[in-house]
Nanobody, 121 residues
Framework: QVRLAESGGGSVQPGTSLRLSCKMS?????????SGWFRQAPGKEREGVAG?????STRYADFAKGRFTVSQDRDTVYLQMSSLEPEDTAMYYC????????????????WGQGTQVTVSS
């Protein structure tokens, strides 16, 4: 059974940086897969943030481009976030999906429990 365990969330001030980590365990869906991050703010639907394929390809939501970077090192996926804004406040979820070129957000169908990120002054 695949497990996704997020860490690294917290309360930070606007303009600062934060790095989220996701430890994957329990076996994956074959050699190729997509991993990434979603987020859900109070009262809003969950939305894709960034994804990365085992081929190294990445995908970012428009709001994440230039500020967030997704990366993977073996069984851990990271989300480096910079220039954080209050609008980035949300529960951030690690996600996993069957590999598809470019890792569109629609392929993700497994999420972790989430880690809270709060950006406020």
């Amino acid at each position: 059974q695949v497990r996704l365990a997020e860490s690294g969330g917290g309360s930070v001030q606007p303009g600062t940086s934060l790095r989220l980590s996701c430890k994957m365990s329990g076996g994956y869906r074959g050699f190729d897969y997509c991993s990434g991050w979603f987020r859900q703010a109070p009262g809003k639907e969950r939305e894709g943030v960034a994804g990365i394929g085992t081929d190294g390809s990445t995908r970012y939501a428009d709001f994440a481009k230039g500020r967030f970077t997704v990366s993977q090192d073996r069984d851990t996926v990271y989300l480096q976030m910079s220039s954080l804004e209050p609008e980035d406040t949300a529960m951030y979820y690690c996600a996993l999906g069957t590999y598809f070129g470019g890792c569109p957000f629609r392929v993700f169908d497994l999420w972790g429990q989430g880690t809270q990120v709060t950006v406020s002054s």
